[in-house]
């Protein structure tokens, strides 16, 4: 059974920085298509960055584009997300989700519990 942990989230204020974790098991994680995800208070839930199972492939949205890097490392199970100069609007709980490749698709199957992310102004 697949497993999704996160870790990194906090108290930033705006303008800082704060990198996330999901550690993978369960499964061979280059298998694996991961994304990140987030929940503002009182909004749904939205996709925000993509990386496919090789790494060749990631996306964002556009609010955070310029600010954030989603990375894997197939050899430690990791995913991360390093969010620089954030800013209130970014406040949310971040997701950590995974579906098994090669296909792209943006459902996904597996979801971590998530990780609480405050940007204080």
């Known amino acids: 059974q697949v497993q999704l942990v996160e870790s990194g989230g906090g108290l930033v204020q705006a303008g800082g920085s704060l990198r996330l974790s999901c550690t993978f098991s369960?499964?061979?994680?280059?298998?694996?298509?991961m994304a990140w995800h987030r929940q503002a208070p009182g909004k749904g839930r939205e996709i925000i960055a993509y990386?496919?199972?090789?790494?060749?492939?990631?996306t964002y949205i556009d609010s955070v584009r310029d600010r954030f890097a989603i990375f894997r490392d197939n050899a430690k199970n990791t995913v991360s997300l390093q969010m620089n100069n954030l800013k209130p609007d970014d406040t949310a709980v971040y997701y950590c989700?995974?579906?098994?490749?090669?296909?792209?698709?943006?459902?996904?199957?597996?979801w971590g519990q998530g990780t609480q992310v405050t940007v204080s102004s």
């Open positions: 989700a995974a579906r098994r490749g090669p296909a792209i698709s943006y459902e996904f199957d597996y």
């Open positions: 369960g499964d061979t994680f280059g298998a694996y298509n």
């Open positions: 990386i496919s199972w090789s790494g060749g492939t990631t």
